[in-house]
C-alpha cells in the first residue's frame, strides 16, 4: 500500500504573486538528499537532508509549482517526512494546486531487510516447530511483528507528518484563505 495523500489548494492569488510570496517561505535547494543521523535516543535514523534555516519549508518554487519539505525537521527526525508536491493549474478566480504529499522514494529501503529477517524466523519456526512448540510459536510472533509492524509505524509517522505539512501550508499568507478538497485524481476537473 502507497504513502500517499492528495489534495487541492484554491487561492486568489495571481499567476505572478503566488510564487513571490511561496518563495519568500521557501529555502531554495536543488535537491531532497537523505542520510543518516544520530538521534536524541541514540538510534541511527534515515532522515531528509534539511538545510539550517529560518524559514519554514526548504525546495524549489518554479512556474509550474512547486517541491518542498518543512524545516522543522531538522530536529524531529523520521524517515517518513513528507515532500509536498504542488502542480499549478490555473483556477476560475485565481490559481488551483494539485498537491500531493509523498515519502522520500529511499524511505522504505529498509522495508526489504524487514521481509528477509521476517522470512527467516518463520524458517527457522518451521525447523524448531517439532521439537519445541513455544519457542515456534514465539518465533512466529517476531517474524508476523518483522513484517506488519515496519509498515505500521510508516503510516502513522507518514499521516502524522502530512497532518502537520497540512497545518504549516495553511499558515503561509498564501495559502491563509485557500479553500482545501481532498483527493485529487489525475484527470479531475479544476474549474
Same mark, same amino acid.
Given at each position: ?9 484554491? *487561492? ?18 536543488? &535537491?531532497? @538528499?537523505? =542520510?543518516?543521523? #544520530? ?7 534515515? *532522515? ?13 518554487? +518554479? ?16 524517515? $517518513?517526512?513528507? #515532500?509536498?508536491? !504542488? =502542480? /499549478?493549474?490555473?483556477?476560475?478566480? @485565481?490559481?488551483?494546486?494539485?498537491? *500531493?504529499? /509523498?515519502? +522520500?522514494? /529511499?524511505?522504505?529501503?529498509?522495508? !526489504?531487510? +524487514?521481509?528477509?529477517?521476517? @522470512?527467516?524466523?518463520?524458517? !527457522?519456526? %518451521?525447523?524448531?516447530?517439532? +521439537? ?5 510459536? #514465539? *518465533? ?5 511483528? $518483522?513484517?506488519?509492524?515496519? @509498515?505500521?509505524?510508516?503510516?502513522? &509517522? ?11 501550508? /495553511? &499558515?503561509?499568507? #498564501?495559502?491563509?484563505?485557500? %479553500? ?6 489525475? !484527470?479531475?476537473?479544476?474549474?
Amino acid at each position: 500500500m502507497a504513502l500517499l495523500s492528495s489534495f487541492r489548494l484554491e *487561492t486568489d492569488a495571481s499567476d505572478e504573486e503566488w510564487m513571490d510570496l511561496l518563495s519568500q517561505s521557501v529555502h531554495p535547494v536543488d &535537491s531532497f @538528499g537523505y =542520510v543518516a543521523k #544520530l538521534s536524541g535516543g541514540g538510534v541511527v535514523v534515515r *532522515t531528509l537532508a534539511a538545510p539550517q534555516t529560518d524559514k519554514p519549508f526548504y525546495g524549489k518554487v +518554479h512556474s509550474e509549482g512547486f517541491s518542498i519539505a518543512e524545516s522543522r525537521f531538522q530536529h524531529q527526525l523520521t524517515p $517518513f517526512q513528507p #515532500l509536498i508536491h !504542488g =502542480v /499549478k493549474r490555473q483556477g476560475v478566480k @485565481g490559481v488551483v494546486f494539485e498537491v *500531493t504529499l /509523498k515519502p +522520500h522514494s /529511499k524511505a522504505r529501503i529498509m522495508s !526489504g531487510l +524487514h521481509a528477509l529477517g521476517g @522470512g527467516m524466523l518463520l524458517i !527457522g519456526g %518451521i525447523i524448531v516447530f517439532p +521439537h519445541r512448540l513455544e519457542i515456534a510459536v #514465539l *518465533t512466529f510472533c517476531i517474524a508476523l511483528m $518483522f513484517f506488519f509492524f515496519p @509498515g505500521f509505524r510508516a503510516r502513522i &509517522s507518514f499521516n502524522a507528518g502530512c497532518e502537520q505539512a497540512l497545518l504549516a501550508l /495553511k &499558515s503561509l499568507s #498564501l495559502f491563509s484563505d485557500a %479553500i482545501l478538497s481532498e483527493g485529487v485524481q489525475e !484527470g479531475d476537473d479544476i474549474v
